[in-house]
């Protein structure tokens, strides 16, 4: 998966934005290229999980579609942990061909790593 530096900025600003909780938002896809990203809000408000609210789901499906692109992956920050997938994230991942994309904030420099679950 290629994440083009541009859209890795704008994720960890949006993540950043977020704290104290965790920020999150959607990937767009053109094949396995990242080509666009849907910051959303986070239905949880918490520092520990995040949900992305149905309706800005929704509105990011309906865009990417019309651009020829597919939703294929999330992003999420740990505010006070690493960019690995915790076990919450784990059980919680609806979809194991999805990449994601954690942001950690923990430490002076946020780090931003990608996983896959399948």
């Known amino acids: 998966m290629f994440l083009p530096d ?3 900025r704008q994720i960890v600003d949006h993540c950043l934005s977020a704290l104290p909780n965790e920020g999150c938002g959607l990937l767009a896809l053109d094949g396995d290229r990242v080509v666009g990203i849907y910051p959303t809000g986070n239905d949880d408000a918490s520092p520990q999980s995040y949900t992305i609210p149905p309706q800005e789901h929704y509105e990011a499906l309906v865009d990417a579609e019309s651009k020829g ?3 294929g992956g999330v992003f999420h920050s740990h505010p006070g942990g690493p960019a690995e997938m915790s076990p919450v ?3 919680r991942a609806l979809d194991r061909d999805w990449i994601y994309v954690v942001v950690g904030l923990s430490g002076n420099v946020p780090e931003v ?3 896959t679950v399948g």
Request: zero cysteines; charged letters at 40%; aromatic letters at 8%.
């Open 69 to 71: 692109w597919e939703i």
């Open 6 to 8: 541009d859209l890795r």
């Open 89 to 91: 994230d784990l059980a």
């Open 113 to 115: 790593r990608t996983a």
